[in-house]
């Protein structure tokens, strides 16, 4: 159950009591401050109460001590600064008070989401490179992608390389054939100097099984290809 005040002038949570003081509607004259310390010590005695609510009390009362004692006691010539950084604080609280509230009625509302003003971006035209970006570090940024994307382009010529040798392979034993009855598959790559040449000259000669230009006949296992014209 929350802390309520219940005075001669007054009846109702301290909270309001404060609000009604600083819209000069209730005089704090006629409040008596040691009374409401005296009902809030007998409330937590009699309950217990949650940290939030005595830190409550405290500033409330605070606050209400600063006013009273600003309309009772006769003014300083010069301003304390130890009051002055108090009613700073206080003020402060308030507005997180305030603003407390709109975020609890906001939360309790039925609205899911809550718009924005919308933020105002300065663009600026063209292309403005950092001020850090060089000539000489683009340069080399220019290189190291060139030395990474080298296996790409390697790949693709070699691809290249070895779609032109097995046409050329293959026009080269299309003649050799069409002058020759046949032709034993060793003699046809006992010149290549490398495996790559042999795997092309293979790959020639089944494009040109494929396209029923030649026929290739084994006798037995590890015996050489003969290969002949077809009819």
Same mark, same amino acid.
């Given at each position: 159950?929350? %802390?309520? =005040? ?17 819209q000069?509607?209730?005089? =704090?004259?006629?409040v ?7 009902? %809030?010590?007998?409330?937590i005695?009699?309950?217990e109460?949650?940290p939030?609510?005595?830190? $409550? +009390? ?13 309309? =009772?006691l ?9 009051g ?7 003020r ?5 008070v ?8 906001? +939360?309790?509302?039925d !609205?899911?989401? +809550?718009?924005?003003?919308?933020a105002?971006i ?5 292309f403005?490179?950092?001020?850090? @970006? ?5 340069f080399?940024a ?9 296996? %790409? +382009? ?9 779609v032109?040798? @097995? ?7 299309r $003649?050799v =054939? ?15 100097t490398?495996?790559?040449?042999v795997? @092309?000259?293979f ?5 040109l ?8 006949v084994?006798?037995g296992?590890? !015996? ?8």
């Amino acid at each position: 159950m929350p %802390f309520e =005040i219940k005075l001669e002038q007054f009846s109702g949570p301290l909270q309001l009591l404060l609000e009604l003081i600083e819209q000069e509607k209730l005089p =704090i004259t006629e409040v008596s401050l040691a009374k409401v310390t005296e009902d %809030f010590l007998r409330h937590i005695d009699e309950r217990e109460v949650p940290p939030e609510e005595l830190a $409550d +009390f405290l500033v409330v009362a605070t606050r209400l001590l600063l006013i009273k004692s600003r309309a =009772i006691l006769p003014k300083p010539a010069e301003p304390e600064e130890d009051g002055s950084r108090l009613a700073d604080q206080l003020r402060m609280y308030k507005q997180f008070v305030d603003a407390a509230e709109v975020i609890e009625r906001m +939360f309790l509302s039925d !609205n899911v989401m +809550f718009s924005r003003e919308r933020a105002t971006i300065i663009r600026t035209p063209g292309f403005v490179a950092p001020s850090s @970006v060089t000539p000489t570090v683009l340069f080399d940024a220019f290189q190291s992608l060139l030395k990474r994307l080298e296996p %790409f +382009f390697s790949l693709r010529r070699a691809s290249l390389e070895r779609v032109v040798s @097995v046409q050329e392979r293959m026009v080269h034993l299309r $003649d050799v =054939i069409m002058e020759r009855s046949k032709l034993a598959f060793r003699d046809m790559v006992g010149s290549a100097t490398t495996k790559v040449e042999v795997v @092309v000259s293979f790959l020639a000669l089944l494009e040109l099984m494929k396209q029923r230009v030649v026929k290739a006949v084994q006798g037995g296992a590890f !015996n050489d290809i003969v290969i002949t014209k077809t009819d």
